[in-house]
C-alpha cells in the first residue's frame, strides 16, 4: 500500500518570508513520483513541483524547492518569498506505476499574512 | 489548450433525480480520472479511464456510473444520489495511465449538493 502523511493540518507566514510545509510517504515501489499540488479557493488543483525518486537532485521550481530525503521517504515543500496568492491548500501526493493511481496526503492550509 | 473543462460548476439535485457531470480536454490525453473531495479533505480516486476504457474502479457504489463517449470526454452519471454523496467532483487528464509522473491537469470541480 502507499500513504502520505503531512502532519501540519495548518501553516501561516508572513508576506516574503519563507516556509517549509512537511510531507512522509510509505511505499514498497522502488519506481515511484513526488508531487506537490496547491488548491486555491477557485479549486482547481495545480502542480507546484514534481520530483523522480531516482533522481537524488531536488526539484526547484522558481520560488518553490523540494528537500527529498529517499532514506527518510521525506519530501518536504520549501517555500521562498511566500506571496499573498501563495495562500491555498496544499496536497502532497505519490505515484508509482504499481498501482497506477495518484495517492494524496490529507493536506496543508497555508496561510499569508500581509 | 491546457484546460480540463468541467460542467456543471455547480449542481444540486433531489435523491430521485438523475444527472450527469461533464469533463472535457483536448489536450490529446489518454487517461481520464474522477476524484470525489469532501469539505477539508484530500480528493479520493474513484474511476479511472485508460484509452476510453474503464481501467480502475475504486469499488464506488453503483448509483455512480462512468462513461468515457470518445478520447476527449468524461462523463459521470449521477442516480438515487445519498446526501453524503454532496461533494466536490474533481475531474483530471494526463498523458497516459502509465505515465503520471509527467503531469495530471484537473478541472476546476463540480460542487455537487443532494437534498
Known sequence: AQTVTQSQPEMSVQEAETVTLSCTYDTSESDYYLFWYKQPPSRQMILVIRQEAYKQQNATENRFSVNFQKAAKSFSLKISDSQLGDAAMYFCAVFSGGYNKLIFGAGTRLAVHP | ?115
Open chain 2, 1 to 115: 489548450d491546457t484546460e480540463v473543462t468541467q460542467t456543471p460548476k455547480h449542481l444540486v439535485m433531489g435523491m430521485t433525480n438523475k444527472k450527469s457531470l461533464k469533463c472535457e480536454q483536448h489536450m490529446g490525453h489518454r487517461a481520464m480520472y474522477w476524484y470525489k473531495q469532501k469539505a477539508k479533505k484530500p480528493p479520493e480516486l474513484m474511476f479511472v479511464y485508460s484509452y476510453e476504457k474503464l481501467s480502475i474502479n475504486e469499488s464506488v457504489p453503483s448509483r455512480f456510473s462512468p462513461e468515457c463517449p470518445n478520447s476527449s470526454l468524461l462523463n459521470l452519471h449521477l442516480h438515487a444520489l445519498q446526501p453524503e454523496d454532496s461533494a466536490l467532483y474533481l475531474c483530471a487528464s494526463s498523458q497516459d495511465l502509465y505515465r503520471m509522473n509527467t503531469e495530471a491537469f484537473f478541472g476546476q470541480g463540480t460542487r455537487l449538493t443532494v437534498v
